[in-house]
C-alpha cells in the first residue's frame, strides 16, 4: 500500500493524539481491513503496543 493512497486529516490527527495522550507510551491506533460485514470487507480499530509489522504503513501527523 502507497502512503498516499491513505489520508490522515489535521482534524483525526489530533482526535487520535488525544486518545492516544490517555494511553501507556508507544501505544498506536492500528486500522486493518478484514473480510466479512455487508460488503465483504470490515475495518477494525485497535489500540495496540507492538513493533510494525514489516507490511504495516506508518503513518504519523500532529502528534499522532
Not at 39 to 59: K, M
Amino acid at each position: 500500500m502507497d502512503q498516499e493512497t491513505v489520508t490522515l486529516t489535521e482534524s483525526a490527527a489530533r482526535r487520535i493524539a488525544r486518545i492516544l495522550s490517555a494511553e501507556p507510551a508507544g501505544t498506536a491506533l492500528r486500522v486493518s481491513v478484514e473480510g466479512g460485514g455487508c460488503s465483504g470487507f470490515q475495518y477494525r480499530y485497535d489500540l495496540v503496543r507492538e513493533t510494525p509489522q514489516a507490511d504495516d504503513v506508518v503513518l504519523a501527523r500532529d502528534g499522532a
